[in-house]
Antibody
Framework: QVTLKESGPALVKPTQTLTLTCTFS??????????VGWIRQPPGKALEWLAR???????FHSTSLKTRLTISKDTSKNQVVLIMTNMDPADTATYYC?????????????WGQGTLVTVSS | QSALTQPPSASGSPGQSVTISCTGT?????????VSWYQHHPGKAPKLMLY???KRPSGVPDRFSGSKSGNTASLTVSGLQAEDEADYYC??????????FGGGTKLTVL
């Protein structure tokens, strides 16, 4: 059974750095073809893809947020970490981590429940 | 990149069919068959309903089907059921290792 769960602070101040952790089970990021991504959804707005990391440590980031994002993995802990710098109130959103369909399709077959991050002073 | 365009709402009565559109550009929907659809009940994890335009993951009823023409993809839900009421989002690969989502459509079962 594949599960993912996001964890991190619910509240961050403007200019601070956000660190979110995705802890997953039911698959391994050591396995060929496995990929995990992050997606966010500001209140009342569209989903936005943020970043992805692959089993071979390839990393891809949203063009618009590339300079602010770092994604990494700890395969021994079954975790993927997303770091976003210089947080702004516009970054207030529910942040999801999700597993991508193994094998190349650009879509997510299992999602976490999401974690709401509010950026406010 | 801009979000894909979806109608904000759609509705139908039980048993009817409803189609939700997802309009992109020649740089995303029009160029790749990597269009996916997600069902999202608020407070729950989104669920993948269709991928690569027409493929259904295991467990998704065949009442859900997809198609694409030019820069517009569509999700059709046939034989509407009460549990189909949810938000639906499309997504498309947009080249250069980027993914774009639609703004979402709230489906109401009357």
């Amino acid at each position: 059974q594949v599960t993912l769960k996001e964890s991190g602070p619910a509240l961050v101040k403007p200019t601070q750095t956000l660190t979110l952790t995705c802890t997953f089970s039911g698959f391994s990021l050591r396995s060929s073809g496995m990929r995990v991504g992050w997606i966010r959804q500001p209140p009342g707005k569209a989903l936005e893809w943020l970043a992805r990391i692959d089993w071979d440590d390839d990393k891809f980031h949203s063009t618009s947020l590339k300079t602010r994002l770092t994604i990494s993995k700890d395969t021994s802990k079954n975790q993927v970490v997303l770091i976003m710098t210089n947080m702004d109130p516009a970054d207030t959103a529910t942040y999801y981590c999700a597993r991508m369909v193994p094998g190349g399709a650009w879509c997510f077959d299992y999602w976490g429940q999401g974690t709401l991050v509010t950026v406010s002073s | 990149q801009s979000a894909l365009t979806q109608p904000p709402s759609a509705s139908g009565s039980p048993g009817q069919s409803v189609t939700i559109s997802c309009t992109g550009t020649s740089s995303d929907v029009g160029s790749y068959n990597y269009v996916s659809w997600y069902q999202h009940h608020p407070g729950k994890a989104p669920k993948l309903m269709l991928y690569e335009v027409t493929k259904r993951p295991s467990g998704v009823p065949d009442r859900f089907s997809g198609s694409k023409s030019g820069n517009t993809a569509s999700l059709t839900v046939s034989g509407l059921q009460a549990e189909d009421e949810a938000d639906y989002y499309c997504s498309s690969y947009a080249g250069s290792n980027n993914l774009v989502f639609g703004g979402g459509t709230k489906l109401t079962v009357l």
